[in-house]
């Protein structure tokens, strides 16, 4: 049996940019001395005069990034999701979300899975956060080519797009002729009748991986892809809802205003369904290797569908 093909989502994220710089001469990619590790580096050997290095002030880069937006070129701001959604979240807020400007948001390194680095670099807040943000786009892609997808879509896009992509590689599971990425529409990847998978980024395919075993005992698990957080597809989720009457989201976030709580809210408006909430516990993280810490907060294969079964 062949092993499944891993790549990490911010390789993704800087092989993209390098393509559609190819394409499109207003593209303009800024880092915060992190070039090497959000993988902005690719776009940059491409295109030296149309990457920028703003140093370790983030905030001073989205201030930089929402003016050159003003003359009709469209920039990517880059660095850790924990600088970019939380270092310089009044600059995001302020300075771009405010006056609705069109400035991308590469963020690296989200959640627990940035390993060793530790509690202060593990963002698990990020979705939260931008989420509030009146007219964000936010974006969580599960695997390579819908990461790509994202990219070329958020340049599409005419607005402000948070982009939240992984450090560690994941199985490349959207490796279809029929698979299209459309901003605010989720993929239904696995169609079921007994509860409702609602997930995002990372834990997608061992969600997959998940509704296997449940229905070897039995259980029938729909399993849905939510890559755009917001605008959330209510659609998809609630007709799955309904036919189900069990939610449950997963998600390498915290519990609190993710996923979770963005699904909580349009179920609970229409109070059609029970819904449950796997992620991160209103905790931080801590230091130590990608996938051990995936196994200790039970989101790796095992840890979720312990959960779920716990919930059944």
Do not use: W
Not at 3 to 11: D, N, P, Y
Not at 31 to 42: S, V
Not at 46 to 53: K, T
Request: aromatic share 6%.
């Amino acid at each position: 049996m062949s092993e499944v093909k891993k790549i990490a989502t911010r390789e993704s994220y800087g092989k993209a940019l390098a393509e559609l710089g190819e394409i499109h001469d207003n593209i303009v990619v800024l880092d915060a001395d992190l070039a090497a590790a959000t993988k902005t580096g690719i776009f940059k050997k491409a295109f030296p005069d149309r990457h920028l290095d703003c140093g370790i002030a983030e905030g001073n880069m989205m201030s930089v990034a929402a003016g050159i937006s003003t003359t009709g070129k469209v920039p990517f701001a880059s660095t850790f999701a924990m600088f970019a959604a939380g270092r310089a979240f009044e600059q995001v807020r302020n300075s771009i979300g405010y006056p609705h400007l069109n400035v991308k948001i590469g963020a690296t390194h989200a959640g627990i899975s940035v390993g060793e680095d530790g509690a202060s670099h593990q963002c698990n807040e990020d979705i939260a956060l931008m989420r509030s943000i009146p007219g964000m786009v936010v974006i969580s892609p599960s695997d390579d080519i819908e990461a790509r997808a994202a990219v070329k879509a958020a340049y599409e896009y005419v607005g402000p797009v948070y982009m939240r992509f992984g450090r560690l590689a994941v199985p490349v599971i959207n490796d279809n002729p029929d698979y299209k990425f459309e901003i605010g529409k989720a993929i239904t990847l696995r169609e079921g009748s007994d509860i409702t998978i609602v997930t995002t980024g990372l834990p997608v395919s061992n969600c997959l991986e998940v509704a296997k075993e449940l229905e070897k005992e039995g259980v029938s698990a729909e399993v849905i892809n939510v890559h755009t957080i917001k605008p959330l597809d209510k659609e998809t989720i609630l007709a799955s809802a309904k036919k189900t009457g069990h939610v449950i989201t997963v998600e390498e976030h915290s519990i609190l205003g993710g996923l979770g709580g963005a699904v909580a809210e349009v179920v609970a408006e229409e109070g059609i369904a029970k819904v449950s909430r796997i992620g991160i516990r209103d905790v931080f993280g801590e230091s130590g290797p990608a996938l051990e810490l995936l196994h200790k907060y039970e989101l790796d294969t095992p840890g979720i569908y312990k959960q779920i079964k716990e919930l059944l």
